[in-house]
């Protein structure tokens, strides 16, 4: 006579998943290269708001910005997609958006006014007259400021809400009849998508506040957890991927070529069927090549595994000091500066992350995590 199961088990499906090591090292490189790029960003030369000054940059620099901006982000949502699925594997609805609040909304809205109404200030007076909030009472000041230090966690504060949609588009399929749906797409499928996420990277794009692009963020996480979350699919995606990696070179350099000189941030760009297209290579021969090549670890990865989280949420400030000072009280070369900033950035970033994670509450607030890892 079978053993009866209780309400959880029921509940629960319990898998046991093989750490897939390739989506660590991708995830964690990933950050690493978002840490470069936003010294890139902050003398950029083709006209992105908010340099840190107009004449900062070297032109030659923002090749590298070209290259990865189309896909990083969306890479990650993909890898958090896939992630979440694990996750629901393993926990119910409940505990997978408590450790949601914990780790995403309390550093993008607490951890602001620890750590981040920094940016704010930086931002705030970055191209103003410094004395613009002088007679403006120091609580309202502080407000203002931490209301301006969103930064880069913008990507938290969407994961969050992608993961409340999550949660209510599986209590609406309970069966899981759209994530077996997803395991049947093949290679012409995978490919295909990349009309699915041109379109969507037309609709939901907040106006000013650019990097809130609701629609293809949203279509690539859930892509991550109906589609590529399954074993199958994976397997699909590693089988495609020297094919996958000459298209990504291909529309690549011709989307660099099309767009040099021009904002890589407008709608006009953003929008387009062969930006979209490179993106889309980009993530399959990233996914592709990762499984392939990079699934396995050693100590540094493991670490780097741990710490890129950290590393994304307390960086931004860092490197935005940094870059101002650069410019500002120093006479030296532009490209210089690049250099520089990346030398400073880097292990200051490490040095912050690793002082920030052992102060109880703070650690809480800025990094949302209650207890010091071993």
């Known amino acids: 006579m079978p053993a009866v199961q209780t309400q959880a088990e029921v509940k629960v499906r319990k898998v046991v998943i093989m750490r897939k090591h390739y989506l660590d090292n991708i995830r964690w490189i990933t950050v690493v290269i978002v840490l470069f790029y936003h010294v890139n960003y902050l003398f950029n030369t083709v006209g992105i708001p908010f340099p840190v000054g107009e004449d900062a940059g070297v032109r030659i620099m923002d090749t590298f910005s070209y290259i990865v901006y189309p896909w990083f982000m969306a890479l990650l949502f993909v890898i958090a997609g896939m992630s979440a699925r694990y996750a629901l594997e393993r926990q119910t609805a409940r505990a997978f958006l ?15 006014f620890v750590l981040h109404w920094t940016t704010g200030w930086m931002n705030v007076h970055m191209g103003a007259d410094p004395g613009v909030l002088d007679e403006v009472p120091a609580v309202i000041r502080y407000l203002i400021y931490t209301v301006s230090g969103t930064g880069p966690l913008w990507f938290i504060q969407m994961l969050f809400l992608y993961s409340l949609l999550l949660v209510g588009i599986r209590a609406l399929d309970k069966d899981d009849k759209l994530w077996t749906i997803g395991g049947r797409a093949g290679i012409p499928v995978l490919t295909l998508l990349a009309v699915v996420v041109w379109g969507s990277a037309q609709i939901l794009n907040m106006p000013v506040l650019t990097t809130y692009r609701f629609g293809i963020y949203g279509v690539c996480y859930l892509i991550g957890y109906f589609v590529f979350s399954h074993e199958e699919v994976e397997e699909r995606v590693e089988r495609m991927h020297i094919p996958a990696l000459l298209a990504a070179v291909v529309l690549g350099v011709w989307y660099v070529v099309s767009y040099y000189g021009e904002s ?22 990233i996914l592709g ?55 400073i950035e880097l292990p200051l970033s490490f040095l912050v992350y690793e002082g920030l994670r052992r102060i109880p509450v703070i650690r809480f607030l800025v990094l949302g995590v209650k207890k010091q890892a071993s």
């Open 289 to 343: 090549c990762g499984r392939a090549w990079g699934d396995r670890t050693n100590r540094f990865c493991d670490y780097m595994t741990r710490t890129s989280f950290g590393l994304y949420i307390v960086h931004y400030p860092i490197v935005l000091a940094t870059c101002i000072a650069l410019y500002r009280f120093t006479n030296l070369p532009h490209l210089l500066n690049y250099f520089i900033a990346w030398a």
């Open 98 to 112: 408590k450790s949601k609040v914990q780790k995403l909304l309390v550093p993008s809205t607490l951890g602001l």
């Open 264 to 285: 890589f941030v407008t709608p006009e760009c953003l929008q387009s069927l062969l930006v979209n297209a490179y993106l889309w290579a980009a993530v399959l021969a």
